[in-house]
C-alpha cells in the first residue's frame, strides 16, 4: 500500500510540476520570481513535496530494505537518485532565487536544467518508460479480464446482430 502511495506522490506529483513549469512560463515570461501566495508557485510547492516525498520513499527502500534491493538494479537506483536530485535542485534554485542570490542560484539552476535534459534524453532507456507502459498494461489487463466476464456470464451479448431493417445501408 505504501508503495502505491509513493507512486501516485511521484505521478501526481510530477504532472504537477510539468503543469506548474507550462504555466509558469506561459504567465511569467519574464520568469520574474513569483510571490508566494501565487497560484501557481503554491502549485509547483505542493507538486514538487509531492514528487520528492515520493521519489524519496523509492529510493529509501533500494537502500534500506534488501529484498527490494536485491530485486533492483543499479539502473533504477541511478534512475531515482537523479529524480531526488532534480526535485531538490529545483527547490534550491527557488530559495537562492527568493533570496537574490546569484552564485549558488545559477549553479543550482543549470545543475537543474541538465538534470531534467538528461532525464527527457534517457527517458525510453529508463524507468520513465514504466511510468506510460505499466498504467497501459493495467488497463489492457483490467479489460481483458471484464472481456472474460461477459463471456462467461452472457456469451451472445459480445456480438449484437443487426437486421437489413435495423440497417438501411444494406
Known sequence: RARWIAH????????????TTTMDEILNPSAGPLSLTSPVRILGNISGILFVVGVSYSLGRRLFVSSVRENSSRGDAVFLLML??????GFTTEIFSDLNVVFPDGFSYWFHIILVASLLATAPFSKFVHAIGRPILLLVKRTEIEKSRLVKTDPDNLIQKTSR?????E
Open 8 to 19: 501516485l506522490a511521484m505521478f501526481w506529483g510530477f504532472l504537477g510540476l510539468a503543469v
Open 84 to 89: 531526488f536530485l532534480t526535485g531538490v535542485s
Open 165 to 169: 431493417e435495423d440497417n438501411p445501408l
